[in-house]
């Protein structure tokens, strides 16, 4: 019994100062991991845009093979349409943005020059 709480002991002990070394060499390392993780974090957002497009297109692209256009035409089809909205969207979404903008310049300027 007394063997047995030693051995648990040891265990759990070296667990923690494993633990902690491993904390130590990546506070350590932390410099060095600095620019993987600029990288890293530039490249997760287009990442999980693009995989997040791609599985809601998906269903879209698989409907129109089903009526017989090739899966090239389709995705073609659907990623031009999608361009020409963002397009759209962008043509009628500006001048209002350019609005509001100049809107918030000159109540800036009235009220702190």
Do not use: C
Not at 76 to 83: D, H, T, V
């Amino acid at each position: 019994m007394d063997k047995s709480r030693i051995v648990r002991w040891l265990y759990w002990s070296s667990l923690i100062l494993i633990i902690v070394l491993i904390l130590l060499v990546f506070i350590h390392l932390t410099p060095l991991l600095t620019p993987i993780y600029a990288v890293a974090s530039a490249l997760v957002l287009p990442l999980g845009i693009a995989i997040v497009i791609a599985y809601l297109l998906h269903p879209i692209v698989e409907k129109l093979h089903e009526v017989g256009l090739s899966r090239t035409i389709a995705t073609l089809i659907l990623f031009l349409s999608l361009i020409g909205l963002l397009v759209l969207i962008g043509m009628l979404g500006f001048p209002e943005l350019k609005n509001n903008l100049n809107f918030l310049l000159k109540l800036y300027q009235s009220r702190f020059i």
